[in-house]
């Protein structure tokens, strides 16, 4: 049985940390046995979750996760792929791991203090609870700073996170899925951030513009249903 050390769920999604729903979500298609376990992130190998232990072998990075899954479960959701489909998988990867996540993050944190203290420090005992709060935004922001998103006005990350949402809606198009009528592991990549930007409780820039892709929120709830029969 592996097991994968996730985020509880919070503001009403089963988790609030897009690599680890991706995660979930690419255990789940692979058929593996798994279970699910609430850990304590500051003892991560890498401070970070998701982490996967596979018996004795415990593994860091939910990218690290999929290949592992590969080599050691047989899992290639991917194997049907062609040359030039990898490149744009790997590019729209790319896009949302490396520029939306901290897009999101960021205005997560940066507008929502008392929903988010609560939403994602609710297990951490009440008095020390603003304590670690201030902790970690102040991480969050500094991380945004050097990594220069938090250095863009309100209005270009909105047209960022706008822009994003226009190349993805326009790839899927009226398919069913990324690439047609059979799921790959951007499939997983994508509902991880979307789940987050269009269905996440927290009143965000970015939320709203659910009504401006409904493609995208169909994309969504049909992904939940069919990998967590939800
Ligand atoms: N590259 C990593 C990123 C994982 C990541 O950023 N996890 C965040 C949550 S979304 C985390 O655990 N943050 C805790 C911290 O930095 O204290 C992956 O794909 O697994």
Same mark, same amino acid.
Do not use: Q, W
């Given at each position: 049985m592996l097991i994968l050390e996730t985020f509880r769920p919070a503001f009403g999604i089963r988790c609030p940390? +897009? +690599?680890c729903l991706k995660t979930e979500a690419l255990l789940a298609l692979s &058929?593996? =046995?798994?279970? @699910?376990?609430? &850990?304590? !992130? #500051?003892? $991560?190998?890498?401070?970070k979750f998701p982490v996967l232990h596979d018996g004795e072998t415990v593994? +860091?990075?939910?990218?690290n996760i999929y290949a592992h899954l590969v080599a050691n479960h047989g899992f290639d959701i991917d194997a049907d792929l062609s040359e030039q489909e990898r490149v744009v998988s790997h590019a729209f990867q790319q896009m949302l791991e490396k520029r939306q996540y901290f897009i999101s993050a960021y205005l997560r944190w940066r507008d929502n203090p008392d929903l !988010? /203290?609560? &939403? *994602? *420090? &609710?297990?951490?005992? $009440?008095?020390i609870r603003h304590i670690v709060f201030a902790? !970690?935004?102040?991480?969050? @922001?500094?991380? %945004?700073?050097l990594q220069g998103? %938090?250095?863009?006005?309100?209005? =270009? *990350?909105v047209a960022m996170v706008r822009a994003n949402l226009t190349a993805i809606d326009s790839m899927i198009g009226d398919k069913t899925w990324f690439f047609g009528e059979k799921l790959h592991s951007i499939d997983a990549v994508l509902f991880g951030q979307l789940e987050e930007i269009f269905f996440a409780e927290i009143p965000t820039p970015t939320?709203?513009?659910? %009504? =401006?892709?409904? /493609? *995208? #929120?169909?994309?969504?709830v049909r992904f939940r249903k069919e990998v967590f029969g939800e």
């Open positions: 940390s +897009p +690599p &058929g593996v =046995e798994y279970e @699910l376990k609430y &850990g304590d !992130v #500051t003892k $991560a190998p890498r401070g593994i +860091p990075d939910s990218a !988010v /203290r609560n &939403g *994602l *420090l &609710g297990d951490v005992p $009440a008095f902790i !970690v935004k102040k991480k969050i @922001l500094k991380t %945004s700073h998103t %938090s250095r863009h006005t309100n209005e =270009e *990350l939320r709203i513009m659910a %009504s =401006e892709f409904p /493609r *995208l #929120t169909d994309y969504v």
